[in-house]
């Protein structure tokens, strides 16, 4: 049966580790870009391409551009119609696939290239140095033009998350953590156990892939004990349970129409089909969530991406859900219905293959490429979950090397999960004044200091309304009395300015 010439299909993929011996050797993020971008036009086996469509590239954290697409296009001698940017968020390489994919199917692009790419570790390592990158200045890269942004953006943090102060994943993860822990029913030393073999496996799958930037393995054992180079964090976070974001990395993926591909002269051995792809989002703010131990969003958006594709959750072969820290492999694990036994990466996740802010999930679709093109003429299929924020902006991507019978599917069961319950922040006065301050702890954690002390204390409490509350104390022995025992569940006394009382 032919194939539809608009069927949008993945051509070329391109992935950069660049582990440097000396900062003479950093390079700064576009050229990364442009040399994963590179890879990917000779992984497609293409002679040259001097134009294209669209050219888009996942916003960066580790160095200023002013449009970072169109510096990469002038390097490389490419010219692109459309450079844009997207807003910041883990999602957002997920997002660009299926954006693009669309407007191939719809016949709106031809061919499009999506990449992203961070210098976090040179940065890092330049500043602690005191050493001056000699990269271009925002102001010098001849591209004063604004750049398109993909698509708008919301805030992730309310006010009063911004006031009290918990606006970073590494404080917002480990309390979903201990929501996830007290809905199993596991004791402290059970479920850290449990998250320590599930990092464990996570890092041995780093260890066979070639673009990791961590290939080393560790036991549970490894992965749970504090030490010096593997600190408390975010209660019970070490560091090693944490997304790496110190990495130079780069990846890119072309995406075509099979009509185009054909023209080009790419061999049918790489072609790799994306066939469905949703988008959605959990309330945006965690205060309103209804429960810190459940996504619902991930659960009506990967249920719509299977429906789309026709096709179950365990039709996959290969899996990768996101994973900068346990608790989202849990949560998402949970919510699409897969066992947290299976193996649910195929790159080794952030804290071990590398987290290069915004753009893992572009390495993840270029592992998933390779992945797919060595089945060996046996139909094989791949899902991908990427996620931003806080839980909180999800992107679902299934593949397969051979063709659906249909066009390619994309949807939002966003409606549906703006209908879901929400829960209601009360102030720290109405938290004091309810039940004379009386509240129970549903989630929490403790922030360490880099000597690997307790330091601030952070607690979701519920209010007898079921209204939610937020306490936090810097008090070191109420932060030191949240590292002994379970707390969840445990009813705690607020004041008037939201501290958590001794």
Not at 49 to 62: F, G, K
Not at 367 to 375: I, N
């Amino acid at each position: 049966m032919p194939i539809n010439p608009r069927t949008p299909v993945l051509i070329g993929q391109g992935q950069i580790v660049n582990r440097i011996a000396n900062l003479n050797e950093a390079r700064e993020p576009v050229s990364l870009i442009a040399e994963a971008i590179q890879t990917a036009i000779a992984d497609a086996e293409i002679a040259s391409l001097r134009t294209v469509d669209a050219l888009h590239v996942v916003r960066l954290l580790s160095w200023k551009y002013h449009n970072p697409a169109l510096s990469v296009a002038k390097r490389l001698g490419i010219h692109a119609h459309v450079t844009g940017i997207t807003p910041h968020g883990g999602n957002m390489p997920q997002l660009l696939v299926n954006k693009v994919a669309s407007e191939i199917q719809g016949g709106e692009l031809e061919i499009a290239i999506v990449a992203g790419g961070e210098a976090s570790n040179s940065r890092a390592r330049a500043q602690r140095e005191n050493y001056s990158l000699p990269w271009p200045r925002p102001d010098s890269d001849g591209n004063q033009t604004a750049p398109a942004t993909v698509v708008d953006d919301a805030a992730m943090n309310s006010e009063t998350e911004i006031a009290r102060q918990i606006v970073l994943p590494v404080q917002v993860y480990p309390m979903f953590e201990s929501a996830l822990r007290a809905r199993a029913g596991r004791s402290l030393g059970d479920h850290e156990n449990h998250i320590g073999r599930l990092w464990s496996r996570f890092s041995g799958v780093a260890r066979t892939n070639d673009f990791a930037w961590s290939k080393n393995g560790f036991t549970a054992e490894e992965i749970l004990e504090v030490t010096p180079s593997n600190r408390m964090i975010g209660l019970p976070y070490r560091k090693l349970m944490n997304s790496n974001n110190q990495v130079d990395m780069a990846a890119a993926l072309i995406v075509c129409s099979v009509e185009k591909a054909t023209q080009l002269g790419v061999p049918k051995s790489k072609w790799v089909f994306p066939i469905s792809g949703t988008d959605c989002h959990d309330h945006y703010y965690v205060s309103n969530r209804h429960s810190l131990a459940e996504t619902p969003a991930v659960r009506l958006g990967g249920k719509l991406a299977c429906q789309l594709a026709e096709m179950s959750i365990d039709d996959f072969n290969l899996i990768d859900l996101y994973s900068c820290f346990p608790s989202a492999v849990q949560l998402g694990a949970q919510s699409l219905g897969l066992s947290i036994d299976r193996q649910l990466t195929i790159t080794g996740g952030l804290s071990f293959a590398g987290g290069p802010w915004n753009n893992y999930v572009m390495h993840a679709i270029a592992t998933m490429v390779t992945k797919l093109r060595r089945a060996d003429d046996k139909p094989e299929h791949g899902f991908i979950w990427a996620n931003g924020g806080y839980a909180t902006k999800h992107s679902f991507g299934i593949y397969s090397n051979s063709p659906s019978r249909n066009a390619y599917r994309h949807a939002s069961p966003q409606a549906e999960v703006d209908a879901l319950p929400k829960r209601e922040l009360a102030t720290a006065a109405e938290a004091a004044t309810s039940l004379v301050g009386r509240a129970t702890i549903e989630a929490y954690t403790v922030m360490h200091d880099r000597d690997g002390k307790p330091e601030t204390a952070i607690a979701s409490t519920l209010l007898g309304d079921s209204r939610r509350a937020w306490a936090t104390s810097k008090d070191p022995q109420v932060a030191a009395s949240l590292c002994s025992g379970e707390w969840v569940g445990r009813q705690v006394t607020l004041d008037s300015t939201g501290n958590l009382l001794p």
